[in-house]
């Protein structure tokens, strides 16, 4: 049973803001260094300032990033750039976006979900992908100086019936309370719902519903490990945005991966390994490997290498496992091994963005590129369901929810 509560968020004072768009920001792990400057120079009262604050020199336990964030947090506060709302709402929110040139709408709402323990018989709260320590302990250092959720995590529930949907989609209709286009043109509208009888009937609904975490594991995480240290109740919840798994608005993007330390005789030995598992089809074109990759069966896997300025297609029949595992467990860990033993400093990066995969090999930036196609989120669903995790960076869920239209102060 999901455990959902209304909270009184806290939002930028329309008084002294007049441009959300110059104080928002997407969340701290999508943010490259070029847009953490932009933010930066996009005012001094950008949550970016807090959110994904910059380390300077001399910098130490008694002064750093962190602290520089509690700073930021409290003063606004006291200056009312930031103020708590008076009673406690749930906050509806809709993306308006656009993909392969059509227009979409996500809708959802935001309010407090109970942290829980996964891996348990009675949770209602389930992950995707396995987390990394180091983005956890920059979380929980952060979460515990300010005592603050900036960012909602991205939850998903399955609304068949569009029950939720209806109610949603009914207070939409009136004036929002944040209407901003954000740094990347996508349209952001979020409603203060505070009607009791409201909240009550969508809490009921979600009562019934299993929850799985689409962004926001290091989060959630470092969040449930902070509320078992403060001990205390208030702690125990964390700030989420719902959305229907099942909505058109629901976008997935492939996660390409980008390769470092490798050098050809390896790849030429791993394509050797492989034999007769793996069929292998020169591909004379950026959009010649697109098409390659989308004309993939329900029976079979693809992914496209390019390297040295040629594009390899992979075929894979067979395999029951996902995309992105099979590519991890047969290529990724693999050309990983055998750089080891050659003592090459291997190494992944990850980008949604084909052409810039391209692009950073031709650069010389990266050795290689492997293109693959996006997870489904039936296949998603199914993993997190059954208690399974997926690898890092497997999935893209687009676009992602904006940080700063209404944050939980503790």
């Known amino acids: 049973m999901a455990d959902i509560t209304p909270f009184r968020g806290t939002l930028y004072n329309p008084e002294k803001i007049k441009d959300p768009a110059k104080v928002t920001a997407p969340p701290y792990d999508v943010i490259s260094p070029e847009e953490q400057e932009a933010l930066y120079n996009s005012g001094p009262h950008n949550i970016i300032r807090i959110l994904l604050g910059k380390d300077l020199p001399g910098d130490s336990e008694k002064e750093n990033k962190y602290i520089r964030a509690k700073r930021s947090l409290d003063e606004w506060q006291k200056k009312a750039i930031l103020k708590r709302d008076d009673r406690e709402s749930i906050y509806v929110y809709q993306q308006e976006f656009e993909v392969d040139g059509k227009v979409k709408k996500r809708l959802g709402f935001i309010a407090l979900l109970k942290l829980e323990e996964f891996d348990t018989s009675s949770t209602s709260v389930y992950p995707h992908e396995y987390t990394l320590d180091a983005p956890k302990k920059d979380r929980t250092s952060l979460l515990s100086t300010i005592e603050a959720n900036l960012g909602p995590i991205f939850a998903l529930f399955a609304d068949e019936d569009k029950a939720i949907d209806a109610i949603l989609a009914q207070e939409a209709k009136s004036p929002p309370a944040i209407d901003v286009v954000d740094f990347h043109g996508m349209r952001n509208k979020l409603w203060r719902v505070s009607c009791r009888d409201t909240i009550a009937k969508i809490l009921e609904l979600m009562k019934k519903e299993k929850i799985f975490i689409a962004d926001g594991h290091h989060r959630y995480e470092a969040a449930l490990a902070f509320s078992k240290a403060k001990k205390d109740p208030r702690y125990g919840y964390i700030l989420s945005y719902f959305t229907d798994l099942c909505a058109d608005g629901l976008v997935i993007l492939p996660v390409h991966r980008l390769i470092k330390g490798l050098s050809i005789d390896i790849l030429e030995g791993l394509k050797k390994d492989l034999g007769s ?95 693959l196609n996006p997870t489904k989120i039936t296949e998603i669903r199914d993993t997190a369901f059954s208690g399974r995790r997926m690898p890092q960076k497997s999935t893209y869920f687009y676009p992602k929810v904006l940080t700063g239209l209404v944050i939980n102060v503790f």
Do not use: C
Not at 282 to 298: I, M, R, T, V
Not at 322 to 347: G, Y
Not at 353 to 363: F, G, T
């Open 277 to 371: 598992r793996i069929s292998f089809k020169g591909l004379s074109s950026k959009e010649e490997a697109a098409s390659f990759l989308s004309g993939a069966k329900a029976s079979e896997k693809r992914f496209v290498m390019y390297v040295r300025n040629k594009f390899i297609g992979l075929q894979i029949s067979g395999s029951d496992s996902l995309d992105v595992t099979v590519l991890h467990d047969w290529i990724i860990e693999p050309l990983k091994k055998m750089t080891e033993q050659k003592e090459l400093n291997f190494s992944v990066d990850f980008t949604k963005d084909l052409n810039y995969a391209v692009d950073e090999v031709d650069k010389g930036r990266f050795f290689m590129s492997i293109l």
